[in-house]
């Protein structure tokens, strides 16, 4: 049984930090990349980052380059999203996603499992 669980979300300041963890079980385990997804109301869910199963990351979104960084614990099967210089258009629900098929990470559907999301809000 596959199971990603978001959390750390909430309300934020601009210019403010959060930090959201995504614990994987399951079948997903330290051989599989992951990622990290949002969804803004209206908009199609986009890419953010995502962590090659080293803990080097694969790449991010030009949107949050040298703001956000991503990294993971394989010893606690957990991954990471540190979100610094939050700007109000980073609102949005954040999805952990899992187990990359090919290598278009910024692609939603090239990943196999999801989390049921954290909600981000800066004002």
């Known amino acids: 049984h596959v199971q990603l669980v978001e959390s750390g979300g909430g309300s934020v300041q601009a210019l403010g930090s959060l930090r959201l963890s995504c614990v994987y079980s399951?079948?997903?385990?330290?051989?599989?990349?992951m990622g990290w997804f949002r969804q803004a109301p209206g908009k199609e869910r986009e890419e953010v980052a995502a962590?090659?199963?080293?803990?080097?990351?694969?790449d991010f979104a030009d949107s949050v380059r040298g703001r956000f960084t991503i990294s993971r614990d394989n010893s606690k099967n957990t991954m990471f999203l540190q979100m610094n210089d939050l700007k109000p258009e980073d609102s949005a629900m954040y999805y952990c996603?899992?187990?990359?098929?090919?290598?278009?990470?910024?692609?939603?559907?090239?990943?196999?499992?999801w989390g049921q999301g954290t909600q981000v809000t800066v004002s």
């Open positions: 962590i090659w199963p080293s803990g080097n990351p694969i």
């Open positions: 996603a899992g187990v990359l098929r090919g290598g278009t990470w910024y692609r939603a559907s090239a990943w196999d499992y």
């Open positions: 399951g079948y997903i385990d330290r051989t599989c990349c």
